[in-house]
């Protein structure tokens, strides 16, 4: 468990308080039986008063540094597992922060979630064990076996023999968990895909009235979860009681021999006594002490989940020499670009060249899995090219620090997302220092200032979880806005559009040419009204480029943007 003394290590003062913590518990609970039995066994035996007295006071200090130990112990238990679980949990989201599109299919969103919140959890519950008991028992066990030796090596014996007995136990339990344990945060990323899955599709599960089989699917996962943590609460519940049988009979057995003892003359009854205390403790810290080790399995699964997270190599990486400012003043060339995802088995983007300069719009239009989407998300290195390479003011991509790339892109992506908050926190998204006129003037942009003001409290009204009390119009509109706010280089619409009735759709286009006139705009449309004044055109399909050229120009020469043109406008609009 390296992983998690990572994050122990950076609080070694709660550490040493622990240590501190540790010794008054342990003075009080062995010295307390000590004082204890020689109260019986000269104070009241020999009925002397004087050595009553000071015992007495002895037992009052011992138990107040016995009370303060323990509140030491809480307080370090408490503190260090709520820190470490912060440290953890914040190190995680940084991490996911960096992550591209490939590492976040190779988790998946649920299994994510689970590592960050259960997984999580559960190493803030094993620190806490560990502050309280982990830490202490070993110290307990070590020293309740020196009074034990000390008080009577004969009784000492009983308990040597039965350890082996409860050690096996131990181990036999221990070794059961770890499997279940795995298996059991296995089927709670299920549990948790299930989940998410129902709660955001809501309305296709109902519109294709498959409630009762979402229901199936559910309670068949549920049942798999719970039989798994079934299996492992019985392995729990076997451990406690045979312990408790084991201390028991140990007990049973003291007793017997010690009144023998007693009888014969070696042994007096305080002493008795006190060896009952101290067995007691030590069987007790070994059996918490066994707890930990139950436990450990299953935290060692959380923690290999969580630093698989966060040791996971990502794959697109700031370079280790990041340039900061481009060659050349606004310009995008594609060179021989090639593409394949990293699962996939054919590339999906083969050879495409193509530039662009400041105030041109370049348009991309192919029927839908021509490669659109992935060709515009290679710009701000959501992937990186399989071969040829991509500049952006004269210099490769992959050359750049990410963040002064990205700074130069405003992506409008095809799923417009908007985040919970106000209108105005999602358009300043964009630009955080945005000022109040900059955030009215892009919703003038993006044709969303009227429906904004139609809002009971304007750009103060909340947007909901993933924006869904705005239409999605609305939502196109305010994230085409969150765009234009940063007034990017390099404008990337993903068919940003598509939600728009005709009339908008030609309004924020008008806006948006008085706007990008010093930017390269990259728009991809399904729509060839919409793409009709781009000073270039991009035909795709099959992810090769089949035509290029103006709207004029490719009706002439282009078989399929001919046929996508015929299928949408008339022929007098076709101009032919
Ligand atoms: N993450 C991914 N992993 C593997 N293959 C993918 C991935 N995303 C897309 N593809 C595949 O790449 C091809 C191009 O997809 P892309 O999304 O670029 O198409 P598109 O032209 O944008 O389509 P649309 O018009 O429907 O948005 C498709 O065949 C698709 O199945
Ligand atoms: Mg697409």
């Known amino acids: 468990m390296k992983f998690l003394w990572k ?7 709660i550490l040493v308080l622990n240590f501190v913590g540790i010794a008054g518990f342990i003075i009080a609970e062995l010295g307390i039986p000590s004082i204890v039995a020689q109260i019986v066994d000269k104070g009241i035996r020999n009925q002397d008063v004087a050595v009553m007295k000071t015992m007495l006071v002895y037992l009052v200090i011992i138990a107040i540094c016995g009370g303060i130990g323990r509140v030491i112990l809480s307080f370090c238990g408490a503190r260090m597992s709520s820190y470490v679980v912060r440290d953890i949990r914040n190190d995680i989201f940084k991490k996911t922060q960096t992550y591209s599109p490939r590492e976040y299919n190779q988790f998946g969103v649920s299994s994510m979630i689970t590592r960050t919140n259960p997984d999580a959890y559960m190493l803030m519950q094993f620190t806490n064990m560990l502050m309280r008991t982990g830490l202490l028992t070993p110290v307990m066990i070590v020293a309740s076996f020196f009074m034990v030796i000390k008080t009577s090596q004969n009784l000492a014996m009983v308990i040597i023999g039965s350890l082996p007995i409860i050690i096996f136990s131990i181990y036999l339990i221990a070794k059961a968990s770890g499997p279940l344990s795995r298996k059991q945060q296995k089927e709670m990323d299920n549990l948790n895909r299930i989940t998410r899955e129902n709660i955001t599709g809501v309305r296709v599960i109902r519109a294709f009235r498959k409630n009762k089989y979402e229901e199936n699917r559910f309670s068949n996962t549920s049942e798999d979860y719970t039989n798994v943590a079934k299996k492992l609460f019985k392995l729990m519940a076997i451990g406690q009681p045979l312990f408790f049988f084991i201390l028991n009979s140990a007990g049973l057995f003291i007793y017997w021999l010690g009144a023998n003892l007693i009888d014969a003359g070696s042994l007096q009854v305080g002493q008795l006594m006190a060896f009952g205390e101290y067995m007691f403790h030590a069987l007790f810290s070994l059996m918490l002490f066994s707890n930990m080790f139950m436990m450990y399995p299953r935290a060692k699964v959380s923690a290999d989940r969580i630093e698989e997270m966060l040791n996971v190599q990502v794959a697109i990486e700031n370079p280790l020499q990041p340039i900061y400012e ?11 670009v090639s593409f ?13 060249s193509f530039e662009a300069h400041k105030g041109q719009t370049i348009a991309f239009i192919g029927s839908t899995g021509s490669g659109k989407s992935t060709l515009i998300n290679l710009i701000p290195r959501f992937y990186d090219v399989s071969a040829g390479n991509i500049k952006v003011d004269g210099v490769d991509v992959r050359k750049y620090d990410l963040k002064t790339l990205r700074q ?16 105005k926190e999602n358009i300043k998204y964009g630009k955080h220092d945005a000022s109040e006129a900059e955030v009215v003037a892009s919703s003038k942009v993006a044709n969303a200032y009227e429906f904004i003001q139609d809002k009971p409290q304007q750009f103060e009204d909340c ?9 999605g119009g609305q939502r196109q509109r305010l994230s085409i ?25 030609a309004e924020v286009r008008k806006n948006l040419m008085r706007e990008t006139e010093d930017a390269i705009t990259l728009i991809v449309a399904q729509r060839v009204s919409s793409i009709m004044n781009a000073d ?11 035509g290029k050229g103006t709207h004029r120009e490719l009706l002439h020469s282009c078989e399929i943007y001919q046929e996508i043109a015929k299928s949408q406008l008339s022929e007098k609009e076709l101009q032919l």
Do not use: C, H, M
Not at 326 to 335: C, R
Not at 340 to 352: A, H, K, M, S, T
Not at 484 to 502: C, G, N
């Open 7 to 13: 994050y122990l290590r950076r609080y070694s003062w």
């Open 326 to 336: 481009g060659k050349e003043d606004t310009t995008l060339v594609f060179d021989q």
């Open 340 to 352: 394949q995802y990293p699962d996939g088995e054919l590339p999906v983007l083969q050879n495409i």
């Open 408 to 423: 130069k892109i405003g992506f409008i992506p095809q799923k417009a997302l908007l985040f919970s908050g106000t209108i």
């Open 463 to 471: 947007i909901a979880e993933s924006g869904t009390n705005v239409s």
């Open 481 to 505: 806005a969150r765009a234009v706010v940063r007034k990017p280089e390099i404008y990337i619409f993903d068919d940003s559009f598509s939600a728009l009735d005709f009339k908008t759709d």
């Open 536 to 546: 270039q055109i991009i035909v795709l399909n099959n992810g090769t480029i089949v």
